[in-house]
């Protein structure tokens, strides 16, 4: 059934407040189709070969989908034209073959420069913070909000906001370093180019990983953590709270670990109590790729996929990336057999839509293809990297360098 109608359903009206069209969408959807705002699917099951695949998409997409994992960072290489071309028409399916014709937002990788396929790259996030410039930071965050709007990209899951305080952890890289107010201003700077003025032209942020990530025992990825709730909340906290209340940011990302040992992703503290009950957080919390899973799987809290889902929507994750592991079938079935609330599912999808209506995708889903190719890697982009590289330089050791 096409979603186009002769008469305009309130949703699809932009002159109505958000808030009004989000609860008469709502109300118009089904189970399966809430559910479906819940999850992404990866772009590669999309495909046939480099091009979109109107028959797989009746079979995945028949309920609409919430997101779409990576149309041009996937391992397929598209070029931003092939990108763009993809992401329009996987626009189109949904806007003319699904019942609602909702579309989806596609995510992306951008910690240092959008993770795709003649993209800039920029020197990596511990060089951003390097340079004590959020001025310039900024700035090079704008630059992958054009690039990544031009290609159909509505999310980028960065900034790192971690405070690395154990050199043993493999991803001190990804963050700005250890100091709190550092990665907190810089952390503000990129959220601020990356969103824009007007998010409608923006991306949205995802601040990762939330919380403590960075200190892991033993300095073993995903290993457990152990902080003191003051240190947790002055220390670790403090980038995303400044992330939340003076960026306003749109979206976030749990963390993999446990903390004493409560998983982040089944923290109801962290992601209701705080994040949205004490901060203000008027986003959605998207999970980090098979997070909710691992409630089953690593830490063993959870005894199948459908308890897994029940945890994490409980604890106040709004969307499972990357793809429908377990916001699926095993979400489906919990809220028909009673053991958690559709209404639960509703609060969440209702984020996931009102920040699909802020991006004005109801409007307008589409890019323009011929014109993507020219907003990637231009000259003034690789000066601005060369710039970040040279105000990143850190002088370790002086042997009569300085003074000049």
């Not at 709270?241 to 003076?246: D, G, I, L, Q, R």
Request: net charge negative; charged share 25%; proline share 5%.
């Amino acid at each position: 059934m096409s979603s186009q109608q002769s008469s305009k359903p309130p949703y699809l009206d932009p002159n109505l407040p958000i808030e009004y069209r989000v609860k008469d969408l709502l109300s118009r959807m089904t189970l399966e189709e809430k559910i479906a705002q819940l999850s992404s699917v990866d772009v590669s099951k999309l495909l046939d070969g480099r091009k979109f695949s109107v028959e797989k998409a009746r079979e995945l997409l028949k309920h609409g989908v919430g997101q779409i994992t990576r149309v041009s960072g996937s391992r397929i290489g598209l070029t931003p034209r092939e990108a763009a071309e993809v992401a329009n028409a996987i626009q189109r399916f949904l806007r003319e073959e699904t019942r609602l014709g909702i579309p989806a937002i596609v995510h992306e990788e951008c910690l240092a420069g959008f993770m795709a396929f003649n993209a800039t790259s920029f020197p990596q996030a511990i060089n951003l913070a390097s340079t004590w410039n959020p001025q310039l930071v900024e700035r090079v965050a704008e630059v992958i909000r054009r690039q990544m709007r031009a290609v159909g990209a509505h999310q980028g899951l960065a900034p790192v906001l971690d405070i690395a305080r154990d050199p043993r952890w493999g991803r001190t890289e990804e963050t700005y370093g250890e100091d709190p107010y550092l990665a907190a201003s810089i952390g503000v700077a990129y959220i601020r180019g990356l969103q824009g003025s007007d998010i409608r032209y923006g991306v949205v942020a995802t601040p990762k990983h939330f919380v403590a990530h960075g200190v892991p025992e033993g300095g073993r990825n995903l290993a457990p953590v152990h902080v003191s709730p003051r240190e947790l909340r002055e220390v670790f906290m403090f980038p995303f709270e400044a992330a939340v209340k003076c960026a306003g940011a749109l979206s976030l990302m749990n963390a993999y670990h446990d903390i004493d040992g409560i998983p982040c992703a089944a923290s109801r503290e962290l992601l209701t109590d705080i994040l949205r009950g004490e901060w203000g957080f008027q986003g959605y919390v998207v999970s980090d790729y098979g997070a909710i899973r691992m409630l089953k799987t690593f830490h063993l809290v959870a005894y199948d996929e459908r308890d897994a889902a029940i945890q994490a929507l409980e604890a106040g994750i709004d969307v499972e990336l990357p793809d429908r592991l377990c916001y699926g079938d095993p979400l489906l079935q919990a809220v028909r057999e009673g053991l958690v609330s559709e209404e639960l599912v509703d609060i969440a999808v209702a984020r996931v839509l009102r920040v699909k209506f802020l991006l004005g995708l109801f409007e307008d889903p589409y890019v323009d293809v011929d014109r993507a190719p020219s907003l990637f890697d231009t000259e003034e982009d690789r000066s601005l990297a060369l710039q970040v590289a040279r105000e990143s330089i850190i002088l370790l050791k002086n042997d009569g360098i300085l003074p000049i």
